[in-house]
């Protein structure tokens, strides 16, 4: 990655079990994990999960016309 990121850890369920912030480039050759049991993961530009105020227990809803090739 170029650019640092929030790194949004999600369930089966689609719901945020855990959020790492700010993973920075320079972190290379680092490996982020979810403390918990995840089946999906967003990566989204840092910062916007505290803009949109994302929090664990936050269930995430896709548009299923730009994810419809996930098996949701």
């Known amino acids: ?3 640092p990121i929030d790194i ?7 719901k945020i079990i855990e959020i790492t912030k700010g993973a920075q480039p320079e ?3 680092e490996i982020f994990q979810p403390t918990g049991s995840a089946k999906y993961v967003l990566e989204i530009n840092a910062g916007l ?3 949109y ?5 936050d269930k995430c ?3 299923k016309k730009l ?6």
Not at 53 to 57: A, M, N, P, T, W
């Open 27 to 29: 972190s290379f050759p």
């Open 49 to 51: 999960s505290d803009k």
């Open 61 to 63: 809803l896709l548009d």
């Open 1 to 3: 990655m170029k650019f």
């Open 8 to 14: 949004i850890w999600l369930d089966k369920d689609l």
């Open 67 to 72: 994810f419809g090739q996930l098996n949701l």
């Open 53 to 57: 105020d994302l929090k664990e227990g």
